[in-house]
T-cell receptor, first 120, second 113 residues
C-alpha cells in the first residue's frame, strides 16, 4: 500500500536554530504533498500545499519565510522551520496525494507518522 | 467551501458496547468523506472512505460509516468496542480538486473495561 515516511520522528533544538523535516512517498509518486500542524489535543491545521516543481501555497497566517517548503522531486518534500522559537513546538504531519491511483479520483491522502518538534 | 463538525470531543463507552462517533459535513460539491484514527504521537491511519459508491462503507477494525446526504452526515459506528479502539478519531471532507482535506476537531474515544 501507499506509504509515507517522515524524518526525523522527533527533534529537540535550541531557540534560533533551523530544523528540516523530510516527507517521502515510498512507493508512489506524489505531485502534491500537504503539511499540517497539530497542537496538543487539537485537530490538524493545514499549513501549506507543496507542489512538485513549483512554489508552495501557504494558508493564511502561515509565514512562508519561516516555514520554507521545497518539493524538489515526486517523492520528497521538505519543511524547514527557520529560526525556531518555543511557540513553534508542535507535531508536524505531512500527507501525500497519490495522483496515479485512487487518489487521483477521490483525493485520498496518505499520512506520514509525524514529527514532534520541541524548541527549547 | 467545506467544513466538518464532529459532535462530542470526548466519547466514553464500555468494552463491548456500541461505538457511535458523529460527523456532519458541509460541502458545495459532492464530497468525498474520510474517517482517520490517530494513536498517541502517531500519524493518521485511514479507517474508511466514502467515494460516491455505496452509502454504507465498511472499514478496518470492524468500523463502518453511513453516508446520509439528506442529513449531511457520515457517522462512524462499531458494534462492539474493544480496548484497543481507544484513540482520537478525525472525520475529514475532500473534493475532486487537488486541495487538502478539511478535518473536524476530532473525537477522543475512551473504552472502559
Amino acid at each position: 500500500g501507499a506509504v509515507v515516511s517522515q524524518h526525523p520522528s522527533r527533534v529537540i533544538c535550541k531557540s534560533g536554530t533551523s530544523v528540516k523535516i523530510e516527507c517521502r512517498s515510498l512507493d508512489f509518486q506524489a505531485t502534491t504533498m500537504f503539511w499540517y500542524r497539530q497542537f496538543p489535543k487539537q485537530s490538524l491545521m493545514l499549513m501549506a500545499t507543496s507542489n512538485e516543481g513549483s512554489k508552495a501555497t501557504y494558508e493564511q497566517g502561515v509565514e512562508k519565510d519561516k516555514f520554507l517548503i521545497n518539493h524538489a522531486s515526486l517523492t520528497l518534500s521538505t519543511l524547514t522551520v527557520t529560526s525556531a522559537h518555543p511557540e513553534d513546538s508542535s507535531f508536524y504531519i505531512c500527507s501525500a496525494r497519490d495522483a496515479g491511483l485512487a487518489g487521483g479520483r477521490t483525493n485520498e491522502q496518505f499520512f506520514g507518522p509525524g514529527t514532534r518538534l520541541t524548541v527549547l | 467551501a467545506q467544513s466538518v463538525t464532529q459532535l462530542g470531543s470526548h466519547v466514553s463507552v464500555s468494552e463491548g458496547a456500541l461505538v457511535l462517533l458523529r460527523c456532519n459535513y458541509s460541502s458545495s460539491v459532492p464530497p468525498y468523506l474520510f474517517w482517520y484514527v490517530q494513536y498517541p504521537n502517531q500519524g493518521l491511519q485511514l479507517l474508511l472512505k466514502y467515494t460516491s459508491a455505496a452509502t454504507l462503507v465498511k472499514g478496518i477494525n470492524g468500523f463502518e460509516a453511513e453516508f446520509k446526504k439528506s442529513e449531511t452526515s457520515f457517522h462512524l459506528t462499531k458494534p462492539s468496542a474493544h480496548m484497543s479502539d481507544a484513540a482520537e478519531y478525525f472525520c475529514a471532507v475532500g473534493d475532486t480538486g487537488r486541495r487538502a482535506l478539511t478535518f473536524g476537531s476530532g473525537t477522543r474515544l475512551q473504552v472502559q473495561p
